[in-house]
């Protein structure tokens, strides 16, 4: 298969600061697109998996499944897109397309796996794995482009590719909306992106977090009210109060002071992907019927939906903006909880680094 090669940012290993790089990427198939990338959010799961926390990291990994770009090339038989428009791709790159999941239009799903825009087995380029979006270019099927809508921010707009569908999902999943209390923890990258989706669904949204830093931004994103989770006091005052709890947590913390929170049948959807086991009490489920569910990002469907809704409501991530050679130094202000609410990388900054 013909390749180019392309300028990317990864790692070489688990303990290896991010680094230029320079790897392969296929010329466009007749069902495939060429993107440049202009802007790549800042996961999360980025860090956990460069750092093999997952313990399933193939070397280079090359993160970023927040990605904003511009059409540079379309193969013989592409329809939805042509050369110039922008487009988006999120966590998934390809899948089956035969299992009964993927026949449904749940790609998130899909039985023998689907394939994650970096870190998995690249069908095209064997060995190789998947590259993400710290880097000039990506070539996708263009039945897993995502359309950008033209009135919201661009770099704003990436991390709706993941930190948005991630939440969005569970939110519509469990039917947040007028009369339900919602509550969301952790405000980083989800977290943050849950307040909004809640509240623009009608919510009563109560947001936990362990930064009394965070407050006065937890109410200007939307929440109604803010708990330090820390605070066993302003924990109790919530009992048994809500619908449904979703968990953007990426480190170890107690659980069950959570399932406590949901009343009589109410369901905690974790989406937070912490490195170590979450023990929970059995009565903590078992009383009051309570469900301790989670949730994996979302379909390619799902996260057009998604977008058009954050288009209609004006919704974007509150980001900060960083050059590609800041990402070591993001991924430990990450680890600290330090995000303002998502960093951001200006593609632009990598064409210039050697
Ligand atoms: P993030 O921006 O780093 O936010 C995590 C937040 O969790 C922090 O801002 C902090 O909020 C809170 N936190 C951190 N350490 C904590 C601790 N020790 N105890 C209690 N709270 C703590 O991360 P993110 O990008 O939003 O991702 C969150 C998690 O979701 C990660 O594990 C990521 O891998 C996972 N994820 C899962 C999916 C999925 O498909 N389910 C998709 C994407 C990401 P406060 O300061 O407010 O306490
Ligand atoms: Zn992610
Ligand atoms: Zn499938």
């Not at 999360?44 to 990291?57: F, V």
Request: aromatic share 8%; with cysteine; glycine share 8%.
């Amino acid at each position: 298969m013909e390749v180019k090669s392309v300028k990317a940012f990864g790692a070489e290993g688990a303990t290896a600061p991010l680094r230029q790089l320079t790897i392969n990427r296929r010329i466009t198939t007749p069902h495939d697109v060429e993107i440049d990338i202009l802007f790549c959010g800042v996961c999360h799961s980025d860090l956990h998996t460069a750092r093999n926390e997952w313990h399933n990291a193939v070397y280079p990994v090359v993160p970023g499944h927040e990605i904003v770009g511009r059409i540079s090339r379309v193969g013989s038989h592409v329809t939805k897109f042509k050369v110039g428009d922008l487009a988006a791709v999120g966590c998934i790159v390809d899948s089956c397309r035969e299992c009964e999941y993927c026949k449904e239009g749940l790609e998130q799903f899909c039985e023998p796996g689907f394939t994650g825009t970096y870190n998995d087995p690249d069908k095209h380029l064997p060995p190789a794995q998947t590259y993400g979006g710290y880097s000039e270019s990506v070539v996708v099927d263009e039945n897993y482009v995502l359309r950008v809508p033209g009135n919201l921010d661009l770099a704003a707009t990436a991390p709706l590719l993941c930190a948005g569908i991630t939440t969005y999902s569970p939110l519509r999943h469990w039917n947040a909306g007028p009369g339900k209390n919602v509550g969301v923890v952790g405000i980083g990258g989800l977290g943050h992106m849950a307040i909004k989706l809640a509240k623009a669904m009608g919510a009563h949204v109560v947001v936990f977090t362990t930064s009394e830093s965070k407050f006065a931004d937890a109410k200007r994103l939307g929440a109604d009210e803010v708990v330090l989770s820390k605070d066993p006091e302003q924990m109790k005052k919530f009992t048994g109060k809500l619908h449904l709890i979703i968990d953007a947590v990426s480190a170890e913390h107690d659980i069950n002071a959570y399932l406590r929170l949901l009343k009589v049948q109410g369901a905690l959807a974790l989406v937070g992907a912490p490195e170590f086991p979450l023990p929970v009490h059995a009565f903590s489920v078992i009383m009051g019927r309570k469900s301790f569910a989670g949730s994996p990002i979302g379909s390619i469907k799902e996260t057009q939906e998604m977008l058009d809704f954050c288009a209609e409501h004006n919704i974007t991530s509150d980001i900060e903006l960083i050059k590609i050679d800041q990402i070591n130094e993001a991924y430990e202000r990450l680890l600290k909880g330090d995000v303002r609410y998502r960093f951001v990388i200006d593609m632009a900054s990598l064409k210039n680094t050697n």
